[in-house]
């Protein structure tokens, strides 16, 4: 169990380790403030000796070692005298304290958001650069969860671990306090808590990585089904599916939230199981002290007092640390999956050379290309051979399925020939610079893809360097000027998803002038 335990420790690590690494300062001064905030914690339940105390003379603190020399301070002052230096010395005690906690909390929020934002920014990048082939055969809502829900629960896993080091650091100091009144109470009140966070994990370490695992999974469904409705919601209203629809988004909603209330039922028996079994505790330890040394009553109701008072304040960090856990256990997979798709993104990206391309000089000629999907065992191309000299104009003519846009995909190199070559003034097309190759052709497909933007930022998406005077003249040569200016507010119109203000026709005037 133990081995088992480090394994899961050294993992974390593995995972929180280099992003922390990576916000070096402001982790250092999480780490400062989060441990300067537990001391000035330990400091104002302090300031409660001198009202516990008894006037005059030797007390029952007077017997502890470093509490009772600042007891012995206030001992021959009246308890008025007490009261006014607590309340000084508290304010000021809160004051310091309320600057640290607020530097911790700004410090709490700003980690985890960062490292989400570079995880989404990271996943992002990969996504952009994989294999055409990999999305395809990857299901559109794992696609997206890969820059959207995976990083946010990544972050609430370096949320849980900060949540962890604080509220550790406030432990530290409470069971010092306790060291110091009775050593011996102490170290039983730490085994009995160790063994109640043991249960505790035992109990729901298993349960919330199933969870969290099936989580990942049905949450993917659910973007899928949006995605999928908002693509198809014509499809869905001539075909009066409608209702067919609701009940597949009701059923993975319906596992999403039954998955994520698991989760709450077992984060929210944390903090009252912790409370219920260390009051038993407690009690259990004024019942003990009662009966068995009845005798010392007066003598140590002031420290027993400030024992329990202490210990109830570890219930807080205690059961925080315990509900981090389950977080963590519940979140984990995030990390592993975020890991297995840049793995997977590096290993399947498209290889390219270090040659730049600039113009064609000569000719684009296929030498025994063939291609087929990797979904398919059937070959879409078979030793296909041509030329296109430089200068010519080509039509490619056949049936659905003969290939025809699979041709104009490795052209653009969208894919790549399984066997046969593709090349470019006799330069095999693998050997030149992705961004430089692609830069130099224009497609417009039988796919329209219109952006939710403005007109020119459509027509010049991506390149933000075209004048507005070169969109305008690329807009009129595709015959679509008169239509774009007729918009209420002509180059500026705003065209909602998937251009759904232009006709089929205006989308295909507006994909031809951006080509040009």
Avoid at 120 to 136: N, R, T
Avoid at 466 to 473: K, L, N, P, Q, S
Wanted: proline share 3%; glycine share 8%; charged share 15%.
């Amino acid at each position: 169990m133990i081995t088992n335990q480090l394994s899961k420790v050294r993992e974390l690590a593995t995972y929180v380790g280099p992003h922390l690494r990576r916000e070096a300062w402001p982790s250092l001064a999480l780490f400062m403030a989060g441990v300067f905030s537990a001391i000035t914690e330990g400091m104002g339940i302090t300031m409660l000796i001198p009202m516990l105390s008894g006037e005059g003379g030797i007390t029952a603190f007077s017997k502890l070692p470093i509490i009772g020399r600042f007891a012995d301070v206030f001992s021959e002052y009246s308890m008025v005298e007490r009261l006014t230096w607590m309340a000084w010395g508290l304010m000021a005690i809160i004051l310091l304290r309320g600057g640290l906690t607020y530097a911790v909390g700004i410090l709490k929020v700003t980690i985890p958001m960062r490292v989400r934002q570079r995880l989404a920014k990271e996943s992002y990048k990969h996504l952009l650069g994989v294999d055409i082939g990999y999305v395809h055969k990857t299901d559109i809502g794992i696609l997206q969860s890969y820059t959207g829900g995976l990083p946010v629960r990544a972050a609430a896993v370096v949320s849980a671990m900060i949540e962890i080091f604080i509220n550790s650091a406030l432990l530290c100091v409470y069971f010092c306090m306790l060291l110091l009144m009775s050593w011996q109470v102490t170290i039983a009140a730490i085994l009995f808590l160790l063994a109640i966070v043991l249960v505790f994990r035992r109990l729901s370490v298993r349960a919330t990585g199933r969870i969290g695992e099936a989580l990942s999974e049905a949450t993917a469904q659910l973007i899928a089904v949006s995605h999928e409705t908002i693509l198809g919601l014509k499809f869905i209203r001539l075909n009066c599916v409608e209702e067919w629809m609701r009940k597949n988004f009701a059923q993975a909603l319906h596992t999403v939230n039954d998955l994520a209330r698991q989760g709450a039922f077992i984060s929210a028996s944390i903090q009252p199981g912790f409370t219920t079994v260390i009051g038993v505790f407690a009690c259990a330890v004024l019942i003990g002290a009662s009966t068995f040394w009845p005798e010392g009553i007066v003598s140590w109701t002031g420290v027993m007092l400030l024992f329990l008072i202490v210990l109830f304040r570890c219930l807080g960090p205690a059961s925080a640390i315990s509900a981090a856990l389950t977080v963590i256990g519940l979140n984990i997979n995030a990390f592993k999956r975020l890991g297995g798709f840049v793995q997977d993104a590096t290993l399947e990206r498209m290889s390219e050379g270090d040659m730049t391309f600039t113009v064609l000089k000569d000719r684009i000629s296929l030498q025994n290309v063939s291609f087929h999907y990797a979904q398919s065992d059937g070959r879409v191309l078979h030793d296909v051979s041509f030329e296109v000299p430089k200068g010519k104009m080509v039509a490619i003519v056949g049936p659905s399925g003969a290939g025809k846009s699979t041709l104009i995909g490795l052209l653009t190199r969208l894919y790549d020939p399984v066997s046969g070559s593709l090349e470019v003034d006799g330069v095999n097309l693998q050997d030149y610079q992705l961004n430089t190759w692609r830069r130099a052709v224009a497609v417009v497909s039988q796919d329209i893809t219109i952006f939710n933007n403005t007109v020119l930022n459509n027509l010049r998406f991506g390149r933000d360097e075209i004048a507005y005077e070169e969109a305008v003249r690329a807009a009129k040569m595709a015959d679509a000027h008169d239509f774009i200016e007729a918009l209420p507010d002509g180059y500026d119109t705003q065209l909602g998803d998937r251009g759904v203000r232009l006709s089929g026709g205006q989308q295909q005037r507006l994909a031809i002038a951006r080509a040009i």
